[in-house]
């Protein structure tokens, strides 16, 4: 089946909440409204002419009025796929600092959605509900505010670790002095605007393999034996 006509099958079957095909996107999706997402997920993964057993990834994207968390689904069996969109709109003056778009979680449906979703969660603060594991997966548990979210401030330090991405190392040129002129560039609490980077000074290796003691390529597996 194409995406048109799993979402008909779809509202067949009484699901509510269900939108129309958005083919605006380089993925056709279909926006599905929250309350609706679980039932909408059993479905495609239990019905058989639907059959989607996979879930590839659970992403999320922050738009000017709204949050939109992103499924990308397939089904081996049928070899169809279906991009599913949720949209938690923004509220009026909802910021990094007030507002935590919620969805369900469907981790307990499709188990790649567990750490897809603390990722997310991670990283732009989307609560998904009734998630079995709730917390961080990529920054510390004490880690303050979501770094993906466009209005986050990026500190200055953490656990005494400089965090400022354009700061100079201390085993680089210049030492402390030259690091301490960096931080007093940008304050701390100020939105960081990242330059691009310089390029590594350090050699090439031009990704070859490393040449034995007679000077020609070892590509052997015994070598070392």
């Known amino acids: 089946m194409n995406e048109s006509?799993?979402?008909?099958?779809?509202?067949?079957?009484?699901?509510?909440?269900?939108?129309?095909?958005?083919?605006?996107?380089a993925d056709p999706f279909v926006v599905i409204e929250a309350d609706s997402l679980r039932a909408a997920m059993l479905f495609l993964r239990d019905d058989e002419a639907c059959a989607m057993e996979m879930m590839h990834c659970v992403t999320a994207t922050e738009r000017k009025a709204s949050i939109e968390v992103v499924?990308?689904?397939?089904?081996?069996?049928?070899?169809?796929?279906?991009?599913?969109k949720v949209i938690?709109?923004?509220?009026e003056g909802g910021t990094h600092d007030n507002w935590r778009p919620a969805v369900p979680t469907v981790a307990d449906i499709y188990a790649a959605a567990n750490w897809h979703e603390r990722e997310q969660y991670d990283l732009l603060g989307v609560i998904f509900t009734d998630h079995p594991d709730f917390r961080r997966i990529l920054l510390p548990q004490e880690w303050i505010g979501h770094p993906l979210r466009k209005d986050y401030i990026y500190p200055s330090e953490h656990g005494g670790i400089p965090l400022e991405l354009d700061a100079i190392p201390l085993y680089m040129e210049g030492g402390e002095e030259a690091v301490?002129?960096?931080?007093a560039e940008r304050p701390a609490?100020?939105?960081?605007?990242?330059?691009?980077?310089?390029?590594?000074?350090?050699?090439?290796?031009?990704?070859k393999a490393p040449e034995s003691s007679e000077g020609k390529v070892n590509n052997s597996?015994?070598?070392?034996?």
């Open 5 to 25: 006509e799993i979402i008909s099958r779809m509202r067949e079957a009484g699901l509510g909440g269900v939108g129309e095909l958005d083919t605006s996107a």
């Open 71 to 84: 499924y990308h689904l397939c089904s081996y069996e049928h070899h169809h796929s279906l991009t599913v």
């Open 88 to 91: 938690c709109e923004r509220p």
């Open 180 to 183: 301490a002129a960096k931080k």
């Open 189 to 207: 609490g100020e939105p960081l605007n990242q330059p691009p980077s310089k390029y590594s000074a350090r050699p090439d290796a031009g990704g």
């Open 221 to 225: 597996r015994d070598s070392a034996h």
